[in-house]
């Protein structure tokens, strides 16, 4: 299946790739550095995150369906939201996503991503009030049939221009058998961008040529979007567009896998944009991409861009403002790191599948 998220007894997730070892040089080994534990007991969570004016809470995603809040420390009984009854779970599939929008203080406005019954992807907005999501505001902004299992990417964040950006993998299998990545005719394997407020958003395709982008993040400091970009069998890739970069762009996949070539083919519409950081499947299997860390509580962090490994755990960084300058492994780990997240501070969360969330910490 090779793809991302085979989850907790059932093997490993997505097989990713990204040419070359972790990066071309490699930075003196991080041990300034360690994590907290923030809860423990969540049930395959799969991200965490946080919503505008709400300073002391943050939001899980559950994959099985129900979004938590942690309170305080505490996880709440009662969910903010539940969407069980209409996702199919497992594997690769479930409830992915969650973005809260940036005028969420007065719209109450926020989107979630799922796989439905039927296995499509769905992008729906909903309402809350107070503590409590309202089931009936939900509101269908985008629909895309997956025609496998696997490779349903599922991250979706509002961008610094206000719109809201979908990450949509190749559509499964291996080595995308169909050419879906490539092929402008299809959402999947593209990243795509909608305004959620119109009542009949339309979806733009803003890159193509990803496998299976696996959380991407845009830096509260510069805007620059980061992807991080499951592979197939040899490279894991971390890609990266500056704030303003305009015209259709190409990653490359399933022409390139990472900055090695896949396949003999021509390449797509677009310009091609390769990797700013990449490893081989001898430093792990299954990209988690992360955030740049902005915040004030981790000086030995500032400005430097996380990301890790599902397979293995590991966790690297880079400098956000030259990445392919080296590569440092953290010494830390963190067992089937689903995602990174962050607070309405900038401070730095991380996700494992197990049910427990981590915090950075100096």
């Known amino acids: 299946m090779r793809g991302r998220l085979a989850l907790a007894g059932i093997a490993v997730l997505?097989?990713?790739?990204?040419?070359?070892?972790?990066a071309t040089a490699r930075?003196?080994?991080?041990?300034?550095?360690?994590?907290?534990?923030?809860?423990?007991?969540?049930?395959?969570?799969?991200?965490?995150?946080?919503a505008p004016g709400e300073p002391n809470r943050l939001y899980v995603v559950e994959q099985g369906g129900l979004v938590?809040?942690?309170?305080?420390?505490?996880?709440?009984?009662?969910?903010?939201?539940?969407?069980?009854?209409?996702?199919?779970?497992?594997?690769?599939?479930?409830?992915l996503g969650l973005a809260f929008a940036p005028d969420y203080r007065k719209s109450r406005l926020f989107v979630v991503n799922f796989t439905d019954r039927s296995g499509a992807t769905r992008v729906v907005?909903?309402?809350?009030?107070?503590?409590?999501?309202?089931?009936?505001?939900a509101r269908l902004l985008l629909r895309v049939p997956q025609p496998y299992g696997n490779h349903n990417g599922g991250m979706v964040a509002f961008g610094p221009d206000?719109?809201?950006?979908?990450?949509?993998g190749d559509g499964g299998s291996g080595g995308d058998p169909e050419n879906r990545a490539q092929d402008m005719g299809t959402l999947l394997g593209k990243l795509v961008r909608l305004?959620?407020?119109?009542?009949?958003?339309?979806?733009?395709?803003?890159?193509l040529g990803l496998r299976n982008p696996w959380r991407f993040s845009f830096d509260r400091a510069t805007g620059a979007l980061w992807i991080g970009d499951v592979g197939q069998n040899a490279v894991e890739e971390i890609d990266r567009l500056p704030r303003g970069t305009t015209g259709l762009v190409n990653f490359g996949w399933d022409v390139?896998?990472?900055?090695?070539?896949?396949?003999?083919?021509?390449?797509?519409?677009?310009?091609?944009?390769?990797?700013v950081v990449e490893y081989t499947h001898g430093d792990g299997c299954s990209v988690t991409g992360g955030y740049v860390y902005r915040g004030k509580r981790v000086a030995a962090a500032r400005g430097r861009?996380?990301?890790?490994?599902?397979?293995?755990?590991?966790?690297?960084?880079?400098?956000?403002?030259?990445?392919?300058?080296?590569?440092?492994?953290?010494?830390?780990?963190?067992?089937?790191?689903?995602?990174?997240?962050?607070?309405?501070?900038?401070?730095?969360?991380?996700?494992?599948?197990?049910?427990?969330?981590?915090?950075?910490?100096?």
């Open 256 to 275: 390139y896998e990472g900055s090695r070539p896949y396949e003999q083919k021509a390449l797509g519409p677009g310009r091609l944009v390769q990797p």
């Open 125 to 137: 907005a909903y309402r809350s009030r107070g503590a409590r999501a309202l089931p009936g505001s």
């Open 68 to 95: 938590k809040v942690i309170e305080r420390g505490r996880v709440r009984a009662a969910p903010f939201l539940d969407v069980r009854a209409t996702i199919v779970s497992g594997g690769e599939q479930g409830l």
């Open 14 to 22: 997505a097989a990713c790739g990204v040419a070359a070892a972790v």
């Open 305 to 362: 861009y996380f990301f890790g490994d599902y397979c293995n755990g590991r966790i690297w960084s880079v400098r956000a403002a030259a990445p392919k300058a080296g590569t440092r492994e953290e010494g830390f780990r963190v067992e089937s790191i689903t995602s990174f997240g962050e607070d309405l501070a900038g401070e730095l969360y991380l996700v494992s599948h197990n049910g427990t969330i981590f915090r950075l910490a100096p």
């Open 27 to 50: 930075e003196a080994r991080g041990d300034a550095l360690r994590l907290t534990r923030v809860a423990t007991g969540l049930s395959l969570p799969v991200f965490v995150t946080a």
């Open 162 to 168: 206000g719109k809201l950006y979908v990450g949509m």
């Open 195 to 207: 305004d959620p407020r119109v009542a009949k958003p339309t979806a733009e395709i803003v890159a």
